[in-house]
């Protein structure tokens, strides 16, 4: 099996960690992962924005870059269902259509695909799990609470392999952190209203950290958290399952 | 582009400048999301149920034309008079018309949200007809001069102490009263009056039954039907996708609709209309105004399949916490900034953009529209019409040049990383719009990219 590591260009720039993370716990499951070095980004930041025009050259390059992978993996629910979702070069239907069908998000990869079982992984702290709109009404990565349907959850099943942790539970488990990209910016007085919510709920529920499968939701909710001077860290679910020092 | 000032996005920054009215009217509506989830859960086949909703809508989209024929000519044989209006314009006309023709200049109407998306009101006002909007939440944004704020709970923006204050104002109660059982009676009194002189009144349709040539008007507080009832002339204004095909489908809707809305098994009464009583007139008058127009796009069409719950309201945390006047429409919400721009595409420009895209509004709604999928596909219309800002589309155009390009994203990122480490002056400052409330990313000296070169020597 021979996997491609799609780090996207957020995390590759601003939060390292949570790439060494995910490539290590791949690595730990004795899989063979592979950074290709020249990819950038999914495209999502201009094809949310309108100019999903402007996106034809990066899908190429995305194309280029993972067409011959076994599976593609990516620590990002958002980036994942817009490859998913929106991949496409006139030309390049067929290995477009391959690549989405072959990315999965890292805990849906690990859920689904490799089936794991054990971790040998310790995070002794109160975490809140963040519910990452793109990952969980997008990829189902977990029920979500609009649907008449039974209860289950990828990450979360992820994290009960984790020693010590405790999941506190929240008021609105499943409410949008009000990042949305560009809109964290073009509706900025929303998303923080949002942003302030989120973090609110998380606090009052004791959380010493907050997860989730989405970096971005997480960097909003750290921004505002820092701006509080919370002593609450944001923290990628990767770094929760790959800790194991 | 809209005028400034008047955006989505600046009129909700407005009414986020009050925090505490911002987390009362949020926890209000989530108040009413989680008694839809309530109402929801005591359904086992629920799912099903938004299914078998979904595919009988689309069934009408697919023969909306023979439903229509069906039904005026059923409609027609039960004693209705059917009308025809290809807009806005024309349903206000022919309204118009019919009140003319009785020579009144007093009507009663009970709630309609086609009217208000025919600006009806100030349409009759105009021309010196008096209109009393019946239904509580709407009478009250009405003595208010305003719009409703949302298409189930017009008056939700409103706390009792301010309807207090408006009904001392207009109704005569006593200062400082806020009680909702004693402000509610005040109004039926004063409404009272009204219905008993109304000659005309107007209604909207919830369900157009095309096998029977009725129609159902679902109302909680039974205004539509006193006013119709004392009326001698019943006008029911509709939009042309309201129809379903059969009486049996109401089993489908009526179960959906109120437990959508507002948790309720069912709205108080549902009450169908099939004939004129002896010696009144029933017209009905079937409006298009762009409806055809969308039936004809694949990308937009399902969006007729709204039964207007609100729904998508309640769980919309945009929406929570923007209030609806910030949508500048008849129609707030996620299904009014998928709707608005049909209408006209510049003016709502906005408000495809007015959604983190978060799908709540998709799941939730009774008849499946992909809500949120269409704000996205309305974003790519908005741009390429061009009714986007130049500095936006400047800096797009060159993220996606820096992200196309691997070895200009990567000194792009260096560079910024190290402009944001080392020159925080330039970023932390006010006109940095998301620094203002949120402290800046961490900025670490290497990337990803650059440790795992380092690390396992590629």
Not at chain 2, 383 to 402: A, M, P, Q, Y
Request: net charge positive; glycine share 6%.
């Amino acid at each position: 099996m021979n996997i491609g590591l799609f780090i996207p260009c957020y995390i590759d720039q601003l939060y390292p960690q949570v790439g060494i993370a995910t490539l290590e716990l791949l690595e730990k499951q004795g899989l063979n992962v592979t950074y290709p070095a020249n990819q950038t980004c999914c495209g999502q930041p201009m094809a949310n924005s309108g100019f999903e025009h402007y996106t034809h050259t990066s899908n190429k390059n995305f194309i280029r870059t993972f067409a011959d992978f076994d599976y593609i993996v990516c620590p990002s629910g958002s980036c994942t269902l817009h490859v998913k979702e929106h991949l496409y070069v006139a030309n390049r239907k067929a290995q477009a259509t391959q690549i989405r069908n072959k990315i999965y998000e890292l805990t849906e990869f690990l859920t689904d695909v490799i089936n794991l079982k054990a971790l040998n992984a310790s995070f002794p702290y109160k975490v809140g799990l963040h519910q990452s709109c793109h990952g969980l009404r997008g990829l189902h990565l977990a029920q979500m609470s609009e649907l008449v349907a039974a209860p289950f959850s990828k990450p979360e099943h992820l994290l009960s392999m984790v020693k010590g942790i405790e999941l506190i539970s929240l008021d609105r488990h499943d409410e949008c952190c009000g990042f949305g990209g560009t809109f964290s910016i073009f509706e900025e007085a929303v998303s923080v209203k949002m942003g302030q919510d989120r973090v609110a709920d998380h606090l009052n529920h004791q959380a010493e950290y907050i997860t989730g499968v989405d970096m971005s939701c997480l960097m909003h909710l750290q921004g505002i958290l820092n701006r509080q001077k919370s002593p609450v860290k944001v923290i990628h679910i990767a770094e929760i399952l790959n800790a194991d020092k | 582009m809209i005028k400034t000032g008047n955006t989505h996005s600046e009129l909700a920054d407005k009414f986020n400048r009050d925090k505490k009215r911002v987390e009362w009217h949020d926890e209000t509506l989530w108040f009413v999301r989680v008694k839809r989830d309530k109402a929801a859960l005591q359904i086992p086949v629920w799912e099903q149920l938004r299914e078998a909703a979904s595919q009988i809508k689309n069934n009408v989209l697919g023969n909306l034309h023979n439903y229509l024929v069906q039904f005026e000519k059923n409609a027609q044989a039960n004693g209705i008079r059917i009308h025809w209006a290809a807009d806005a314009k024309e349903h206000n006309e022919i309204v118009h018309a019919i009140i003319k023709k009785h020579a009144i200049n007093h009507i009663i109407k009970s709630k309609s949200m086609l009217t208000e998306e025919c600006g009806l009101n100030e349409y009759l006002e105009n021309q010196g007809i008096e209109v009393i909007d019946t239904d509580l939440g709407e009478r009250i944004v009405q003595l208010a001069h305003e719009s409703p704020s949302h298409i189930v709970l017009p008056c939700i923006h409103w706390k009792k102490e301010e309807i207090g204050q408006l009904f001392h104002q207009h109704l005569g109660t006593p200062h400082g009263n806020a009680d909702p059982q004693f402000l509610t009676a005040a109004a039926r009194t004063h409404l009272r009056e009204h219905f008993l002189k109304g000659r005309v009144a107007i209604t909207g349709v919830n369900f157009a039954v095309a096998e029977t040539g009725e129609f159902v008007v679902c109302t909680n507080e039974g205004n539509a039907d006193l006013g119709v009832q004392l009326a001698d002339v019943h006008i029911a204004c509709m939009g042309i996708e309201k129809i379903i095909p059969q009486r049996k489908h109401l089993g489908v809707f009526l179960r959906l609709l109120a437990r959508s809305a507002t948790g309720q098994p069912i709205t108080t009464y549902s009450s169908h209309f099939q004939k004129p009583r002896a010696g009144q007139e029933m017209h009905m008058v079937l409006v298009d105004n762009g409806r055809s127009k969308r039936l004809a796009s694949d990308d937009f069409r399902n969006a007729l399949k709204c039964i207007r719950c609100g729904a998508c309201f309640n769980t919309c945390p945009v929406y929570r916490r923007s209030g609806g006047h910030s949508y500048h429409t008849a129609i707030a919400g996620p299904i009014g900034s998928i709707l608005a721009p049909g209408f006209d595409l510049k003016k709502n420009s906005d408000l495809p953009f007015a959604s983190t895209l978060c799908g709540s509004c998709t799941n939730v709604c009774p008849v499946k529209i992909d809500i949120h999928q269409q704000l996205f596909k309305w974003r790519q219309a908005v741009v390429k019409e061009g009714h986007v800002d130049l500095s936006k589309k400047v800096v797009l155009k060159f993220t996606g040049f820096v992200l196309s390009h691997p070895l200009i994203y990567k000194l792009s990122g260096t560079l910024g990383r190290w402009v944001l480490r080392n020159l925080p002056v330039i970023t932390n400052t006010r006109l940095n719009t998301w620094y203002k409330q949120r402290e800046m990313p961490p900025a670490p000296k290497q990337s990803f990219n650059s440790w795992y070169k380092q690390n396992k020597r590629v």
